[in-house]
């Protein structure tokens, strides 16, 4: 009868009484990592990928280290819709992202399809929940509709006098924030000057600029992105116009600042809520400005996603996209941006609104706002 060599039986037998290495977690980041919403994309990756190290380095989720994956979206659906299925493909079972609502929505048929988690820590429009296509499809961002009643209050509030304008850029997100800004102004009691929509993308507008002029109006709410808004702002600038800018939180970025140059100061923006002030953010932050990534905007939240997907996942140990968004629909978790927890819509339930004052490239929460 044949003897196997000692080694290779001893190698035999430790395999059969060894327990399985535990294999990784695959999650993921899709966003636009490149054009021009590409900062607000890295800035998910920053947040998410320094969660990932940080649980990874506490032992991981149940003794399993988490695994990274990022792809870039272009803010596309066709992109979307492509990196969703091949991060599906992979075994991946969450994914945080996405900026641009269109994206958000193709990729969420694909998530909801594959059974998979999905939170976007950025996208605003309502339909992303209110039609969402299945229970594993949440949003961390505050709502456009309590985005606009709270820009359409303030309006009304601080402006109510004078004739005031709403301009939509005709994306998803300008649409829906602009109807939302003249809903909310409405049930204050007052009545726009002008409800307009304009092209994107052009390289002046000092011709739309010179329309709100020779109209009298006395502010200009810009529901659209930052690129167009610092143009706006810069052509206001050039014809000395005492027209007040604000737009949404789009325009919280550094990018529309560095657009916009001296044109940025005094313009007004309706933001979340700066969770770099929260004290359960104090530790994430500092290490994040320490590494050289400012916490601003979507970072920390991106950070909270993984986070909770974390939770669920050790909660449940499942990967199914139900089963976690189950145990989130009915738990809260204390993250970096403080407890969250999940209504029926898959909406979180943050503080809302704050109106903040570009000084330079520098802004602050407005007095009263």
Not at 122 to 137: E, L
Not at 181 to 205: C, I, T
Request: charged letters at 20%; hydrophobic letters at 50%.
């Amino acid at each position: 009868m044949p003897r196997l060599p000692i080694a290779p039986l001893a190698a035999a037998l430790v395999a059969l009484v060894a327990p399985a290495a535990l294999a990784d977690i695959r999650i993921a980041v899709i966003a636009p990592l490149s054009g021009p919403y590409q900062p607000l994309g890295q800035e998910i990756k920053a947040g998410a990928a320094k969660a990932v190290e940080d649980i990874n380095a506490a032992g991981g989720v149940g003794g399993e280290k988490l695994r990274l994956d990022t792809a870039d979206d272009g803010c596309r659906p066709d992109n979307a819709a492509g990196d969703a299925t091949k991060a599906a493909a992979r075994g991946t079972v969450f994914v945080v992202g996405h900026v641009c609502a269109a994206a958000a929505e193709a990729a969420a048929d694909i998530y909801a399809g594959k059974g998979m988690l999905a939170i976007t820590p950025a996208v605003t429009d309502d339909g992303f929940t209110d039609h969402r296509p299945g229970p594993a499809i949440l949003r961390l961002a505050a709502r456009d509709d309590a985005q606009g009643a709270a820009a359409g209050a303030f309006l009304a509030r601080t402006y109510g006098k004078q004739r005031i304008a709403i301009l939509s850029d005709g994306s998803p997100y300008g649409r829906a924030l602009a109807e939302a800004v003249q809903a909310g102004l409405n049930a204050a009691g007052v009545k726009e000057a002008r409800f307009d929509s304009f092209a994107p993308g052009a390289k002046d507008y000092g011709g739309l600029v010179d329309v709100m002029i020779d109209d009298g109006i006395g502010v200009l709410f810009v529901a659209g992105y930052d690129a167009d808004a610092a143009l706006i702002a810069t052509a206001l600038k050039a014809r000395k116009a005492r027209i007040v800018l604000m737009g949404g939180d789009a325009l919280g970025s550094s990018e529309f600042a560095a657009a916009a140059g001296d044109a940025a100061t005094g313009t007004l923006f309706t933001g979340f809520t700066d969770w770099r002030t929260a004290p359960a953010a104090a530790k994430v932050a500092a290490a994040l400005s320490a590494e050289g990534t400012e916490p601003r905007n979507f970072v920390l939240p991106s950070y909270a996603a993984v986070q909770l997907f974390a939770a669920a996942r050790a909660a449940t140990g499942s990967d199914k996209g139900g089963d976690l968004a189950g145990w989130l629909g009915s738990h809260s978790v204390d993250t970096v941006i403080g407890p969250v927890a999940f209504d029926a819509k898959g909406d979180a339930k943050l503080s809302g609104f704050t109106v903040y004052r570009w000084d330079g490239d520098s802004y602050a929460p407005l007095p009263g706002s």
